[in-house]
């Protein structure tokens, strides 16, 4: 069935590098993606969102970038530290809806 | 911004017994509550959707006898694990429909013994 994915379970980087976290899509309709940070033991915390008419948005150390044509969705974290540690999870909200769907999650450790 | 209060965060109960976890809605009224299992290093799973004044949405394959969801008010969702039992232990997280998307709890770790 159509649903969010990860591309990468676990994405390891150094202190101080960008980080990139993937996550794919593949219903057309989706028309809102939200990225959380979820760490131990705690619930996600909202970072951004984008809506489908956008293919970029940028807040604070981070961007998402939104490619409808091949359905993929991006995290950018500049400047990662090692309190960006946690679980990221991509969610879509398909048209029409309001449920998100959440995609499988991308463990980020950086190392200080 | 938008504050979900989430009760107990963590509780250990014996097997045949029931737990109940509460969501408060802080500074806004939440209309629409989701519940959430998740599993060690797993995704989150929706349960089902809590409407105030009206019966919650289970999704496909939860037992609603035995997850038992009441949104009586527009800042408090429940839900209630029936005759718990170790399967059941899990992370449960809350989270609420807010004008800028969705607020969710600190989790409740549930251990069945």
């Known amino acids: 069935g159509e649903s969010v994915g990860l591309h990468l379970p676990t994405l390891s980087v150094q202190e101080g590098d960008n980080s990139i976290i993937n996550c794919a899509y593949s219903?057309?309709?989706?028309?809102?993606f939200i990225w959380y940070k979820q760490e131990s033991g705690k619930g996600p915390q909202f970072i951004i969102d984008i809506r489908s008419n956008m293919d970029k948005r940028q807040g604070q150390r981070v961007t998402v970038l939104l490619n409808k044509t091949v359905k993929h969705l991006s995290l950018q974290i500049a400047a990662t530290q090692p309190g960006d540690s946690a679980v990221y999870f991509c969610a879509e909200r398909r048209g029409g809806s309001y449920i998100p769907t959440f995609g499988r999650g991308t463990s980020l450790i950086v190392h200080p | 911004g938008a504050v979900v209060s989430q009760h107990p965060s963590r509780v250990i109960c014996k097997s045949g017994t029931s737990v109940k976890i509460e969501c408060r809605s802080l500074d806004f009224q939440a209309t629409t509550m989701f519940w959430y299992r998740q599993f060690p290093k797993k995704s989150l799973m929706l349960m089902a959707t809590?409407?105030?004044?009206?019966?919650?949405?289970?999704e496909q394959g939860v037992e609603k006898d035995k997850f038992l969801i009441n949104h009586a008010s527009l800042t408090l969702s429940t839900l209630t694990v029936t005759s718990a039992h170790p399967e059941d232990s899990s992370f449960y997280i809350c989270s609420a429909s807010t004008v800028d998307g969705y607020t969710f709890g600190s989790g409740t770790r549930l251990t069945v013994v």
């Open positions: 809590s409407n105030e004044g009206s019966k919650a949405t289970y």
């Open positions: 219903n057309s309709a989706s028309d809102y």
